[in-house]
């Protein structure tokens, strides 16, 4: 089974300061994902990779396959940016093991 | 277009009753997965649907079932609820794959299950 680590688990920044969101796994993966959630609970989809890097607005995400990591960067942070970001790996033919999440990190942005 | 919707958005049932749980997936997507959100495992997946067919289950015990229509709606069923069943359940719809997790996930806003 694929082992997600995320990094790290609670964060508290100021507005404006620059983020980073760190996620490890143990076993090779076809992609990634970093989620959203705010409190009510929905999830939001950020980004899916699987190799190099992608960037919506001013959030980034890294990932190095052969290092088996994956990084999240906010710039610019903002008091709305406050959620639980999570991490989701896909290990081909995994099965029940197939899609494996992080505990997540609870940032908190203070105005 | 419309997101992926769930219902109810709150139950609240007694130990040993039984729960079904309901989603319904952007238009077009034919894959369905669900998960499973608590405070001490976090997120899990529970199972994958597509073409009314499932193609991967979690890890989870026989007592958490699914199915999906043909309109891809789907519904999951909990039978001899216990407390530890408690939880968040999430669906998302998304293309099919192969892979759970293979193309990107929309997810609804969650079915906040209560068993007492």
């Known amino acids: 089974k694929n082992e997600v680590e995320q990094s790290p688990q609670n964060l508290t920044a100021q507005e404006g300061e620059f983020i980073t969101i760190n996620c490890s796994y143990s076993?090779?993966?076809?992609?990634l994902h970093w989620l959203q959630q705010h409190p009510g609970g929905g999830i939001v989809s950020l980004f899916m990779l699987s190799s190099g890097k992608k960037k919506h607005g001013r959030l980034i995400a890294t990932i190095n396959i052969q290092e088996k990591h994956s990084s999240l960067h906010i710039t610019a942070s903002h008091p709305r940016d406050s959620a639980v970001y999570i991490c989701?790996?896909?290990?081909?033919?995994?099965?029940?093991?197939?899609?494996?999440f992080g505990k997540g990190t609870h940032l908190i942005i203070q105005p | 277009k419309a997101g992926v919707t769930q219902t109810p958005r709150y139950l609240i049932k007694t130990r040993g009753q039984q729960v079904t749980l309901s989603c319904s997936p952007i238009?077009?997507?034919?894959?369905v997965s669900w998960y499973q959100q608590t405070p001490g495992q976090g997120l899990q997946f529970l199972f994958e649907y597509f073409s009314e067919t499932q193609r991967n289950k979690g890890n989870f015990p026989g007592r958490f079932s699914g199915r999906q229509f043909s309109n891809s709606r789907s519904e999951m069923n909990v039978s001899t609820l216990e407390l530890g069943d408690s939880a968040l359940y999430l669906c998302?719809?998304?293309?099919?794959?192969?892979?759970?997790?293979?193309?990107?996930?929309?997810f609804g806003n969650g079915t906040r299950l209560t068993v007492t």
């Open positions: 238009s077009g997507h034919r894959s």
């Open positions: 998302a719809s998304s293309t099919w794959t192969g892979d759970v997790g293979g193309s990107p996930l929309h």
């Open positions: 076993v090779g993966i076809s992609a």
């Open positions: 989701a790996v896909v290990t081909p033919g995994g099965g029940a093991d197939g899609l494996t």
